[in-house]
């Protein structure tokens, strides 16, 4: 996700940027937050199941990115740097203005345990699939649906 957001910033932006933070913001400000290729494999992985999703939807906690009303389940797509998950791009902080990113990603991370929270005491199922989750792990935690 991040990676297209870095190609569209031109080589020549790069090495003629003196301001490492105009840079870095606008890379930022270009990464997507609906409808990721993560998501859409999601979405590829269930519609065969022949379930009727919707997305994004903002009447619930933590507006899940997908959630399937007649099975009272939501599923979370999160992206690995924006949401501290343990592997080599999550546990990345970048090098400018570390404390930021560093407060920024930690109530990130306490807001994602708040919105699980909120969602299962309202009875719903919550999944969180992660950016650099394997086909294989995402199938797995995706077949918790068909039981």
Do not use: Q
Request: proline share 3%; hydrophobic share 35%.
């Amino acid at each position: 996700m991040w990676k297209k957001a870095a190609r569209e910033v031109t080589k020549k932006e790069r090495t003629e940027s003196n301001d490492v933070g105009k840079l870095r913001s606008r890379i930022m400000r270009a990464v997507g937050s609906k409808a990721t290729s993560c998501e859409r494999t999601v979405r590829d992985y269930l519609r065969p199941l022949g379930v009727r999703m919707r997305y994004n939807v903002a009447s619930l906690p933590g507006k899940p990115d997908i959630v399937i009303p007649s099975l009272r389940f939501a599923i979370f797509v999160h992206g690995c740097f924006w949401h501290g998950h343990g592997c080599r791009r999550g546990a990345r902080i970048p090098k400018t203005n570390a404390a930021y990113w560093t407060a920024k990603i930690a109530r990130n991370r306490a807001r994602d345990r708040r919105n699980a929270a909120a969602l299962r005491r309202a009875g719903w199922s919550v999944v969180s699939i992660w950016e650099c989750d394997s086909g294989r792990v995402r199938e797995r935690k995706l077949k918790a649906l068909r039981e």
